[in-house]
């Protein structure tokens, strides 16, 4: 089932619909394969019935009106209210509110990433990372969808379908994973010149373990430990980082551009573009147009130089 | 009256789907505007108000369409000339197709919860 | 003299009354249908080939992941001119050109009822395009999608003049699809051949008088949302904007009201060009004609009722969201009728495989595959999972290319003979035909796999860690050979022209009248107009062509030097007059270049050019409307046979009368448009509506606004002859201007600034619109006046006064409707 097309295509991609890991992309994967086997058997009659009316040799004697009756008429009667009940059923399932007590993700789109804000009963738990969502596996989690800018969408198809990301109001998508991995998601919405590199990552992991990277994620941004890592820090301070990102614990609050408070615990940079190394990061804070032409981060390499970004590489780096 | 309406000229053939039409229209409006104004939460008839008012607007539209169609068959079957029976038999098949959209579209006020 | 030698000179007389001036001048000033026609479908035609270009950009980009053969930018204009062109510049001019061209031909008229407005309408296709092609020239290519949603395409998103190339063009072009919808009605229920009743229309006149009638309320709400975008782009008319009180989801409504029907607006023609060409094939009338009319009907209505299928994923409820799937799967009986009676027809016939029948197959492959996926999308939490992936695009070519497009070369293959008067090659188009049809499916069926694996629609690059380079490559290679069918396929078309065999008369003995006309088509179809008392007049009296040619019919008396056509009744097709048309003349060209200059004018912000263009296009426009009737009191005509009719513009129901209601429909549906946004915004508006307060002390004003309107309509009805004419009609207009300014002075009240809120830019919108209207019945009434005052009008031509009336009445009740709204609906709430 994993492998297609003489092996060429693989059918369980960290992005495919048909590789469900939830209760709800599993029922529309089911779904979908009794109306494709649905389809086939339709289309296979309509074309056999279309060949023989002309080339049959000796076709029997039917009724044309009869005939319109039986295709046009009672086969749609037939095979389409069973198909509107079970999807009727399935939906209203599917849409029904979370569970009380369900953890809270508030997501929120920008051109052209992701924010995304966990929300606790006790306020001060909260916080803000970007790009990445941990969930504990098995448990149904609320996630509150909104966009900052135009209309994005929120859409990881290996756990559910997709959802808007609407300006000036919030859409509500249950997630539940049931197996711990990573998934990836992708904005579905044509959101502009960066549509495409509008991706994250979704990890499901045990609950315990999604509870230990929940207390890290609190804690506010480690001290730089090396001498290139303070360097970059001072660097990150007095260039300007500070006027669109935060880091916790630092100065830097600015509210623009992702939160880089753990940044380098992140698997990926640029909105699930690139994987996550010091020489990536450099080479983006060097010139982030070169990889995401028309994203508000603007060039610095006429601002500083190579070695400038290495070393606000490396502090980043450090922020696990 | 409302028999020579429906089988007697172009816009009355399609009287059945006009109908239907303002009936899908009708069940949307309410529907969105119950929702916004939150009375999913008020009771009636041992169901929530919304579902209560739009099934009967689903029972009385169906009700309506199926006279439609008694009407046209009664005008087709009685028909002495072509032009009529052609009409009347057009008006009875827009019903035929009316009446099974308004059971379609009606069925999900009984299975679906409003509002989310 | 021989019959045979009276039916040569006549076709001599026939062929200078109907020719067309010598040289390019005279081009430029042809109105015939066949001609405009013509136009229509070549540069339709043109269009496609340059839209197909386009996506095989698209298609070498993404071939391979992190391709980079275009940057993100131009893969953005390119899929988004693709679409547009397809959409708007392709498929719906070409449909309707194909109905300019034949539907006269089919119902036995010598043209269209209203021949300058089908040139007007061609003008107007060509200068849109040309407008929205023009945006390369000036490197603001519209990047914002086909659909062009909100806020991306806002200025604050879009802050060049991209968008308003895209808003401005397409309206332009817009323009032409309605008024060939207005023609298209007309001539179907007025012109069609004497006994022509009903149940006797060729089934592709019944699809397109469904059609056309979808085009006039369908469109309008985009010309709405676009009137309202512009105005939100250039004025800062908060419409769609949240921050003051506007919504994007406004937009996303009033586009996919007409983007569902525009759906069904494409295939249902094609699917009547089927519904021609199957029966001639299968030799036999179709099965189950009721069914069939039943069918379009149904599609008809039902398809305005599927527009939020498009909007599954933006936050519906999901019992909304059931409804529209409900009406989804309804739609699909309808179309099982059509699919099941064309099976039926070529089983119980006798059927011969002829090219046309081809690409009839390539459809019904195509074309059910399309509609089974159809219904997959129609179920809401599958749609869910492959909105917006390349399953969706995938489903929506094998909608279009399957139920448009193949159709559409069945038909150019069927009908060719009349074009050129020659039968093309089997051999090439054969060829062209497997290419076509396996380029396509290797190239749309991965696709839908390319979906399923997660690969949303428009992203111009993907890595090699998602899996779908595999499907991609072989889409990419699909799409070379279906590029190189349609290059055979063009080479077919044109070689004919040259090396085809001659076309004798009815070709495949076909048994519609469009097969009595000669190959190529003469410009007045018929010598003289036969009556008709069957489906297929053609195969129930073969000798009916001879005998049409020969001028023995209706109309072939050529002494008066006038286009005449039979106005028939709309029922059963009894001859009641003769339509007079019009020849030609340059005013519709006229016209469209200052209509393209007022769209230049606001698309440079030189708003002065705007307003002169607009003076200029009213001008043209009432000498237009001036030369038609009568300068002289009407004399009965012989129309032959015995039969004595009356001149069109001495009766009560003249084409122009039904034009003139016509464009009120469509005029309807466009302040409909602007009702259901005032509506819209109340119901999501966040407490309290900004009326309640202000009304009140405005509904004096505007009541008395109100009912100066209303008096006035009362008086135009009542003042209708002499000396009352003048006075009545200048009362009423005096009224009209008295609720002009106390409607202003009671919204000054209301919303002082329009750009405050979207509540204060549709007040003032709406005023606007009803202003508009107003200044157009009071030209009106000055024509009117100045006619009566020049005599042209009396007892038996009574046209331009009715045509006024009419207007002046639909005018006030916009203006009453809007009252209620704006006032009465505003003070209850």
Known sequence: ?320 | MLRRLHTGGLIGINLGLIVWSAYFVLLYALMSLGCRYALDAMQALGSNIITVALAAIVITTLAFIGYLTWLAYDTWRHADDNRTRFRAAVAGLVDGISLVSTVWVGAPVFMVTPCY | MTNADAGSSLRERLDVIWGAPPGWRGRLQVVNHTAVGQRFIITGFVFFLIAGLLAMVMRAQIAIPGANIVDHETYNRLFTMHGTTMMFLFAVPMVEGFALYLIPKMIGARDLVFPRLGAYGYWCYLFGGLLLYSSFLFDMVPAGGWFMYVPLNDKEFAPDSSVDFWLLGVTFVEISSISGAIELIATILRARAPGMSLRRMPLFAWYMLVVAFMILIGFPPLVMGSILLELQRTVGLPFYDTAAGGNPLLWQHLFWIFGHPEVYIIFLPAAGMLSMIIPTFARRAIVGYSWVVLSVLATGFISFMLWAHHMYTVGLPYLSQSFFSAASLAVVIPSGIQIFSWIATLWTGRPKFEVPMLYVFGFFFTFVAGGLTGVMVAIAPFDWQVHDTHFVVAHLHYVLFGGMVFPLFAAFYYWLPKFSGRVPSKLLARAAFWLIFLGFNITFLPMHLTGFLGMPRRVYTYGWDVGWEWTNLISTVGGFVLTAGIGALVADLVLHFRYGRRAEGDVWGAGTLEWAVDNPATNYNFVSIGPVDDSHPLWSKPELAGRMHRGEYYLADTSSGQRETLGTSTLDGEPQQVIILPKPTPLPLISAVFTAFFFIGILSSLYWLSAASIAATVITMLIWAWQNGSLTPPKLIDAGLGLRLPPHYSTPNAPGLWGTGLTLAGDASLFGSLLFTYYYLWAVWPEPWPASGTAETALLPASLAAAALAASSLIVAIARRGVLLHIGLTAAALLSVVYLVLEYQALSQMAPKPTESAYSAVLWTMYGFVATHIVISLLMNGFVQARQWRGYIDAQRQLEPRVMRLFWHGTVIMGIATYATIHLFAEVI
């Open chain 1, 1 to 320: 089932m994993a492998l297609g097309f003489g092996g060429c295509v693989r059918f369980d991609g960290v992005q495919s619909a048909l590789a469900p890991v939830s209760p709800e992309a599993d029922h529309v994967f089911s779904l979908s394969w009794i109306m494709f086997w649905g389809s086939v058997a339709i289309l296979v009659l309509v074309m056999v019935l279309g060949f023989y009316a002309v080339f049959g040799r000796r076709r029997p004697a039917l009724d044309g009106n009869k005939m319109v009756i039986a295709g046009g008429v009672l086969l749609p009667l037939l095979a389409l209210p069973p198909l509107l009940v079970y999807a009727l059923a399935l939906g209203d399932g599917l849409r029904a509110p979370p569970p009380e007590g369900a953890l809270r993700i508030e997501v929120t789109g920008h051109q052209w990433w992701w924010e995304v804000r966990y929300r606790f009963p006790d306020a001060g738990d909260d916080f803000t990372t970007a790009n990445e969502i941990h969930l504990p596996v098995g448990q149904a989690v609320e996630v509150l969808v909104t966009s900052n800018d135009v209309i994005h969408s929120f859409w990881v198809p290996r756990l559910a379908g997709k959802i808007d990301a609407m300006p000036g109001h919030a859409n509500r998508l249950t997630l539940k994973a049931e197996e711990a991995g990573e998934f990836r998601g992708q904005c579905a919405e044509f959101c502009g010149a960066q549509h495409t590199h509008m991706a994250f990552v979704v990890v499901a992991k045990p609950q315990e373990a999604f509870e230990a990277w929940a207390a890290g994620q609190r804690k506010p941004a480690r001290q730089p430990s090396s001498t290139e890592a303070r360097r970059g820090l001072a660097a990150f301070l007095s260039q300007g980082c500070v006027e669109c990102h935060t880091v916790r614990g630092t100065p830097a609050s600015g509210r623009i551009g992702p939160d880089l408070t753990h940044v380098g615990s992140r698997r990926t940079l640029a909105a699930g573009t690139l994987d996550n190394n010091s020489a990536t990061l450099a080479a983006l804070i060097r010139d982030y147009q070169e990889f995401k032409p028309g994203a508000d981060m603007p060039s610095h390499k006429d601002a500083f130089d190579q070695p400038t970004a290495e070393s606000i590489a490396a502090y980043l780096e450090e922020l696990q």
